[in-house]
């Protein structure tokens, strides 16, 4: 529903869970639009982009550290600042991973999505995140 109130026409998903449905689908472009919608919620900016956890009604703590432990201090990033991003895997996509970065220089916002990185060797995901990173440092100011 809130895929075609944001006139998402090549998304649509019929679970939350993001496992795998002949139903689920989205592009790229769309996935951006998605990250960029989430990071206007104050909320979800804040837990996207955050190094600490969240603890929800006592019950559950949140804490994502995939950027932190891979871009920490972004070392290897000469123009952005990574600062949140989300991860995710099933056999039919691949590795994927939305990240949402600044500019050093420039301080404006970029969203990347890479997707259909194969399972493979736990090179996989180093992988993904130099694709990011060049991506990143070729593109973005």
């Not at 944001?6 to 989205?26: A, Q």
């Not at 991860?87 to 890479?114: H, M, N, P, R």
Request: hydrophobic letters at 30%; glycine letters at 10%.
């Amino acid at each position: 529903e809130k895929a075609k109130a944001l006139k998402l026409s090549n998304t649509n998903f019929d679970n939350c869970t993001g496992l795998h449905s002949d139903d689920n689908y989205t592009t790229c472009r769309e996935m951006a639009a998605i990250m960029s919608y989430a990071l206007e919620n104050p909320l979800c900016k804040e837990l996207l982009t955050s190094y600490k956890g969240y603890s929800v009604g006592n019950m559950y703590k949140i804490y994502s550290s995939w950027y932190s432990q891979r871009f920490s201090n972004n070392p290897r990033l000469s123009t952005v600042t990574v600062t949140g991003g989300k991860t995710g895997y099933i056999d039919e996509s691949g590795f994927c991973l939305v990240s949402y970065a600044i500019g050093k220089s420039s301080g404006k916002g970029y969203v990347q999505v890479i997707v259909g990185q194969p399972k493979g060797s736990g090179l996989t995901e180093s992988l993904s995140v130099q694709d990011v990173r060049f991506v990143y440092d070729n593109y973005a100011k």
